[in-house]
């Protein structure tokens, strides 16, 4: 029978936990995935306080220039978390950190690094310019202190797509658009390991606020072209095979697509559509339901202007 | 999505009955006690889970939230009101139903946290309330609309678009307009929405009429079920607070074959 000093030992340590949590501070724990290649999972979950917002997978790649980011998280907090951690386990400065796309959850760490070495495409540089300080209240509501210090900071190197060799280690950039309409895919020569962004999610349903489904499709059909062994996704687990959370991917775009036409031409309203049955297949995807009533939202109006049919006098 | 279940009802039910007094609000609304006066005016209320309540458990867009009122588990509903609490225009929707079933779908803005409910009168006077919480970034009832933001609403003013479908319950009737919904709350522009809704089939019969507010979401976007026949021409008829007419036709069709299923 545990003795009652052990019982309110462990009483003390449980009573420790929220409290730890309540200090904001990211544990952050770089996973190798290959040779110099490390990646910090996020939770396969909605930006919430539970979380600090720290949701997408970034990934830190060794040089011998220095250390690599693609990505760099949801805040300041994060971005300086992520700073330490990645250097702690390749032991040289970041030099570089690559932006995949516009969304908060990726970019808002990016305070934490000299502008300088903040890399975009000149599609996402313009996008950032007009959208890039625009998440900055909704994050605040949804993660309160987590932010705390955390300003939009725009990237201060332009970045074509194409080759760049760093310290020995050649990286292929991809610009492709779908995701969003700037999207940024990144090859790493050495390992093979293609770094997907947003283009590509694996066992957590993708989010699409600012999709367009027909590029989208096209950029996938890109990604499997390269001759990469492995993927890392921007959101969910690694998959270790070329195709497989490429091709869940597009499975849930197209499932998506069709649905919610077949919903409208149905004469289903918005709630009844992010109600409706998710194929078995797609049990694995971690949020689906959460992203199914976000994509009606997101793309059940346009759908609507296109298929329902004018009954105005007017019409054409 | 949220179903939502309020699992006092029966007690507040039972309490209610005995005697018309006010009813605690299960949502314990700040608002409650003034709305539900302006809304109720004196007939009885009751909290009642069998007006299904529903919309998606996150609001992606403030400016465009979907909710569904189903109250088709009651018998002799003749009126739905779908209002939010804490909105500068708490009512949405007054729809006042004659040959319809008890359902209502819209959009609506949201200006901050707040309840969301249906509620829905009997032939006696008396309604029936249920709802839930639902949270929201600020600003949905005071942002401009997208399409004054664009600069292209007038050249879309009045275009409607709409199908009616005919199948196990009832002849389901999607409709959209073009519209900004101005609420007024925006600098410089005055409020402007479509006032007024009304369907009418054959020989007259009256399927109902609604009265709608600012505080729907640009766009309108609005389901209701009519006891219409399939090859039925259904008048749509409606005006806004310019008095422009908006006027368009739906012919009922069959229903395809996985919805009349369902």
Known sequence: ?316 | MIRIAIAATGAVLMAGSAQAQPQRDPLESPTWQGLAASLFGTERVHFDDRVKVEFPAIAEDQHSFPVTIDARGIAGVKRILLFADLNPIPLAIDYSLEAARPYLAARIKLDQRTPVRGAVQLADGSWLVNGGWIDAAGGGCSAPPASRVKGDWAEHLGEMRGIALNGADGTRIRLAFRHPMDTGFVANIPSYHIEHVGLVGAQGRRYGDMQIEASVAEDPAITTIADAATGEEIMVAGNDTNGIGYEGRLKVAEAPAAFAAR
């Open chain 1, 1 to 316: 029978m545990p003795d009652r000093r052990a019982v309110l030992a462990g009483l003390a340590g449980m009573l420790a936990m929220p409290v730890q949590a309540r200090d904001f501070s990211y544990v952050l724990r770089p996973v190798p995935v290959g040779d110099g290649i490390w990646v910090i999972r996020g939770t396969d979950a909605a930006i919430a306080m539970a979380n600090g917002g720290a949701i997408a997978n970034i990934t830190v790649i060794a040089t011998a220039a220095g250390t690599v980011l693609v990505d760099c998280g949801p805040s300041l907090r994060y971005g300086q978390a992520l700073k330490a951690a990645a250097e702690g386990v390749t032991g040289r400065p970041v030099t570089r950190v690559y932006l995949t796309h516009l969304h908060p959850d990726h970019i808002y760490g990016a305070g934490a690094f000299d502008p300088a070495i903040v890399a975009a495409t000149p599609a996402l540089a313009a996008l950032l310019k007009t959208e890039g300080a625009g998440f900055s209240d909704g994050m605040y509501r949804l993660l309160g202190d987590w932010m705390r210090g955390t300003e939009f900071a725009p990237p201060g190197r332009i970045i074509e797509g194409g080759e760049e060799v760093t310290g020995g280690r050649r990286l292929r950039l991809v610009p492709l658009s779908g995701h969003s309409p700037a999207d940024l895919a990144i090859l790493d020569d050495r390992t093979g390991i293609l770094v997907a962004g947003d283009l590509v999610f694996h066992d957590r349903a993708p989010s699409t606020p600012h999709a367009r489904l027909g590029p989208w499709r096209q950029a996938l059909t890109a990604l499997k072209a390269l001759d990469h062994r492995s993927t890392i996704p921007g959101h969910g687990p690694v998959d270790p095979t070329p195709a497989t959370a490429i091709d869940q991917t597009r499975d849930w775009l197209d499932w998506l697509e069709a649905s919610l036409r077949a919903a409208v031409a149905d004469g289903r309203d918005m709630v009844e559509a992010g109600n409706m049955a998710i194929p078995p297949r797609f049990a694995r995807l971690a949020a689906a339901r959460y992203e199914l009533q976000r994509s009606v939202s997101h793309l059940y109006p346009g759908i609507e202007a296109e298929l329902l049919p004018r009954i105005d006098p007017r019409r054409p």
